[in-house]
């Protein structure tokens, strides 16, 4: 791509706000995590994504809605050179006061007495910012992840940073948007996505495993995609 096209482009736009952003957040930033997460910068986005530090994570909720439902359960793993380091997984139910309704439960199968034994959101989410410092975060729908860790750190740190993602769906749906044909929104789930790459069945709504699931998808996308090395981080970012 010829130097003028990056420079007018909206990915490159949001690069340098991103980095004047995290630069600006860390003169304010409180001791701790979120500091040290702002202390490292975003990978270079020519980086191939082979060679680019990922952290695939998922959230269990209780809704939608970041401002008013709550994180029930953090997990995650990482990948690196197209291999997922099981030895780094992660997976936390958070403490609430808020009751869980039924359906909640039926869901994620996370109850009442569980969640009275998890560990405080500040703990979980500092874990999380740990373990995402100098990484591409990698997840199924990014809303919910975007939305809910951006909160979170809002009620933690009075602040929150731009948190730049990878969406294995919304990477579906580019190659499925570039066929021109009608498609059933449900093939860009998690599970469906898994069948058409002939991955394994996967115990779905456990946040560990959701991100490992996502993980998998990911690398069988990257071998289909990427199959002459050239794919590179720009590439695949939101």
Not at 56 to 79: M, P, Y
Not at 90 to 106: A, D, G, M, P, R
Request: proline share 4%; charged share 25%; aromatic share 6%.
């Amino acid at each position: 791509m010829p130097s003028s096209t990056l420079t007018n482009s909206p990915l490159l736009s949001w690069l340098v706000g991103y980095e004047s952003k995290r630069k600006q957040l860390l003169k304010k930033a409180p001791e701790g995590a979120l500091r040290d997460f702002l202390s490292v910068p975003l990978p270079d986005l020519k980086t191939p994504i082979d060679k680019v530090n990922i952290l695939a994570v998922d959230f269990e909720t209780t809704g939608l809605d970041a401002k008013q439902d709550k994180l029930l359960s953090v997990g995650f793993v990482a990948l690196k050179q197209q291999q997922i380091s099981l030895n780094s997984s992660y997976h936390q139910i958070i403490k609430t006061k808020e009751q869980l309704q039924e359906s909640n439960v039926i869901i994620h199968h996370i109850t009442d007495s569980q969640k009275e034994q998890g560990k405080a959101l500040a703990t979980v989410v500092e874990t999380l910012l740990q373990a995402l410092a100098g990484k591409v975060m990698l997840v199924h729908f990014a809303r919910i992840e975007k939305q809910f860790l951006t909160q979170a750190c809002l009620e933690l740190y009075g602040m929150a940073p731009v948190f730049p993602m990878i969406d294995t769906l919304a990477l579906a749906k580019r190659r499925l948007d570039k066929r021109d044909v009608a498609y059933d929104p449900s093939e860009l789930r998690l599970t469906n996505l898994r069948q058409n790459f002939k991955l394994p069945d996967h115990h779905a709504h456990n946040a560990l495993n959701d991100a490992i699931a996502t993980a998998e998808l990911f690398m069988a996308q990257m071998s289909k995609a990427n199959k002459d090395g050239k794919v590179i981080l720009k590439d695949v970012l939101l």
